[in-house]
């Protein structure tokens, strides 16, 4: 578990993070993940860690912090948690700050992942393929999750949730971003009638090389084809807010533990703490790993194992089935 920010939000405002399972804990290992491939696909939820600890933590970062919103996140699927309801009504009701959760959406043929996700105020779910065969490609689900099944808990979602539904469509180029795999999208946005759909591609290095992002006529294409409801997602690097008294290491740390982080902005924040040296130091010995992806470095916790390069060796769903099942 990590909460990291305030950081500069497409919700409102600045929204504080939350990550409430271990990173690369899935129950998909997404081609696009900018995490890394999952260590094991996981199709059960289960409670990670005191919820009481978290939701202390998450309060008193809140208190010092002033967040607009409070987002569940994450390097892994946020719903595999069966805190996850309780920590969003919790936080809420304490808090008294508006909250976020995003979801995968491989979980929400489950009625209670359902219940837990009908108490936050916005909740935001992927939705990557219109059919079977794009959805077992780019998603590489557990073996347990049916593609059927998934596409109708995002209906029943809709139909269940007081707050919004935003949909995420992650453009990956030459596997989801030519004119019969946005139709099939299309149609399911149009029967699920999302509140926003933002259009996304990858801006961090991915799980496999072949990830890479649509060109800009092809991603201005897709959004004319998702509907008027598409929009382009500002990505980039939010400013994360930090306080003079903050530890750089922990600071880093925290981030990287949730997500990779450019070197430059790692380099902004050191000298924003007045740590020099200190990111050179993380880096040798051992505690953040670098890693290069079109043309820019990015640093990645190297706490639980150096992150494998990508690759172009497709692991294929079989491969994660057959992981899943022993």
Same mark, same amino acid.
């Given at each position: 578990?990590?909460?990291?920010?305030?950081?500069?939000s497409n919700?409102?405002?600045?929204?504080?993070?939350?990550?409430?399972?271990?990173?690369?804990?899935?129950?998909?290992?997404? %081609?696009?993940? !900018?995490?890394?491939?999952?260590?094991?696909?996981?199709?059960?939820?289960?409670?990670?860690?005191?919820?009481?600890? %978290?939701?202390?933590?998450?309060?008193?970062? $809140?208190?010092?912090?002033?967040?607009?919103?409070?987002?569940? *996140?994450?390097?892994?699927?946020?719903?595999?948690?069966?805190?996850?309801?309780?920590?969003?009504?919790?936080?809420?009701?304490?808090?008294?700050?508006?909250?976020?959760? %995003?979801?995968?959406?491989?979980?929400?043929?489950?009625?209670?992942?359902?219940?837990?996700?009908?108490?936050?105020?916005? %909740?935001?779910?992927?939705? =990557?393929?219109?059919?079977?065969?794009?959805?077992? =490609? @780019?998603?590489?689900? !557990?073996?347990?999750? &049916?593609f059927a099944?998934?596409?109708?808990?995002?209906?029943?979602?809709?139909? +269940?949730?007081?707050?919004?539904?935003?949909? &995420?469509?992650?453009?990956?180029?030459?596997?989801? =971003?030519?004119?019969?795999?946005?139709?099939?999208?299309?149609?399911? @946005?149009?029967?699920?009638?999302? &509140?926003?759909?933002?259009?996304?591609?990858?801006?961090?290095?991915?799980?496999?090389?072949?990830a890479l992002?649509?060109?800009? +006529?092809?991603?201005?294409?897709? @959004?004319?084809?998702?509907?008027?409801?598409?929009?382009?997602?500002?990505?980039?690097?939010?400013?994360?807010?930090?306080?003079?008294?903050?530890?750089?290491?922990?600071?880093?740390?925290?981030? $990287?533990?949730?997500?990779?982080?450019?070197?430059?902005?790692?380099?902004?924040?050191?000298?924003?703490?007045?740590?020099?040296?200190?990111?050179?130091?993380? @880096?040798?010995?051992?505690?953040?790993?670098?890693?290069?992806?079109?043309?820019?470095?990015?640093?990645?916790?190297?706490?639980?194992?150096?992150?494998?390069?990508?690759? *172009?060796?497709?692991?294929?769903?079989?491969?994660?089935? !057959?992981?899943?099942? !022993?």
């Open positions: 578990m990590c909460v990291y920010g305030p950081v500069a919700l409102s405002g600045r929204t504080l993070k939350v990550c409430p399972v271990p990173a690369r804990t899935c129950t998909c290992s997404c %081609v696009y993940c !900018h995490h890394g491939a999952t260590k094991k696909a996981r199709g059960v939820r289960r409670d990670f860690q005191n919820r009481s600890v %978290v939701l202390e933590r998450i309060l008193d970062v $809140c208190g010092r912090s002033h967040p607009d919103f409070i987002t569940f *996140t994450g390097g892994g699927e946020p719903t595999l948690d069966l805190s996850l309801g309780w920590l969003i009504r919790e936080t809420r009701r304490l808090a008294k700050v508006p909250v976020a959760a %995003v979801t995968n959406g491989t979980l929400l043929y489950r009625q209670d992942v359902r219940q837990d996700l009908a108490r936050a105020d916005v %909740v935001i779910s992927s939705l =990557d393929a219109g059919t079977e065969e794009l959805f077992l =490609d @780019i998603k590489r689900p !557990h073996g347990s999750l &049916d099944r998934v596409q109708g808990g995002l209906l029943r979602l809709k139909e +269940e949730l007081r707050g919004e539904l935003w949909l &995420d469509v992650m453009l990956v180029r030459r596997m989801n =971003d030519g004119p019969e795999a946005l139709k099939a999208i299309r149609t399911v @946005i149009d029967q699920v009638e999302p &509140d926003v759909v933002r259009v996304k591609v990858p801006f961090r290095p991915p799980a496999e090389s072949r992002p649509p060109s800009p +006529e092809a991603l201005a294409g897709a @959004i004319r084809l998702l509907g008027p409801r598409a929009r382009k997602f500002d990505a980039g690097e939010e400013p994360i807010e930090c306080w003079e008294s903050s530890s750089f290491n922990r600071v880093i740390g925290t981030i $990287c533990a949730c997500r990779p982080i450019p070197l430059a902005r790692a380099r902004e924040i050191e000298g924003r703490l007045r740590s020099p040296g200190a990111l050179q130091r993380m @880096i040798e010995i051992g505690d953040l790993v670098p890693r290069e992806w079109q043309g820019e470095r990015f640093l990645y916790a190297g706490n639980e194992g150096t992150k494998k390069p990508p690759t *172009t060796t497709r692991m294929g769903v079989r491969d994660v089935h !057959h992981s899943a099942r !022993h």
